[in-house]
């Protein structure tokens, strides 16, 4: 039965680390945040046809994300 205590906290992190990414992005729903209209985040229509390519958002979120877990890595190694 160890196998399913393993699979249980995956599911639980797993979990978590949903309610977090929908807390904030509620967070930044509610305080008007213009992601994915920022400048360098690109946007194709032709037609019927669009493309969107947020690749300023992608940065964005990809340095703070990057910030945020090493912090909370150096925390719990303490």
Excluded: H, Y
């Excluded at 639980?12 to 992601?35: E, F, H, S, Y």
């Excluded at 400048?39 to 945020?68: E, H, K, M, Y």
């Amino acid at each position: 039965m160890p196998e399913l205590t393993v699979l249980a906290r995956w599911i639980l992190i797993a979990g978590l680390g949903l309610l977090l990414l929908g807390g904030m992005v509620w967070v930044l729903g509610r305080l008007n945040i213009p992601l994915g209209q920022l400048p360098g985040d690109f946007r194709f229509q032709r037609g019927n046809i669009a493309c969107f390519f947020p690749l300023v958002t992608s940065l964005l979120l990809s340095g703070i994300l990057t910030l945020l877990i090493n912090l909370i890595l150096r925390l719990l190694k303490k």
